[in-house]
Nanobody, 124 residues
Framework: QVQLVESGGGLVQAGGSLRLSCVASGSVDSINTMGWYRQAPGRQRELVAT???????SYGHSVKGRFTISRDNAKNTVYLQMNSLKPEDTAVYYC??????????????????WGQGTLVTVSS
């Protein structure tokens, strides 16, 4: 099993920056993709950014050019550097990883694991 612990959320003014961290523990060798999602009040959870073990990243449309995802495989940690924050970035940010799970039939599949979430509030 994999456990995730997020940190770095808080209150920031519009235009400011924050860096989120997510540390994975447990069966970390099974981790494939790491990333971040967010959910604002009354809205569906949406993709923020993901990064593969090899370092390939992808971003949600609304954060491209402002947010940067990075990963330290040695520390089992994924980071989200958020710059030029806007009030509409206010949300609970969830760390998300995909882990390989082996079956008794000798096959593998990817399963999601979620962190508990960290609140980011951007004031105008």
């Amino acid at each position: 099993q994999v456990q995730l612990v997020e940190s770095g959320g808080g209150l920031v003014q519009a235009g400011g920056s924050l860096r989120l961290s997510c540390v994975a523990s447990g069966s970390v060798d099974s981790i494939n993709t790491m990333g971040w999602y967010r959910q604002a009040p009354g809205r569906q959870r949406e993709l923020v950014a993901t990064i593969t073990r090899g370092g390939s990243s992808s971003y949600g449309h609304s954060v491209k050019g402002r947010f940067t995802i990075s990963r330290d495989n040695a520390k089992n940690t994924v980071y989200l550097q958020m710059n030029s924050l806007k009030p509409e970035d206010t949300a609970v940010y969830y760390c998300h990883v995909k882990v390989f799970v082996s079956t008794t039939k000798g096959t593998r599949y990817l399963a999601p694991v979620w962190g508990q979430g960290t609140l980011v509030t951007v004031s105008s």
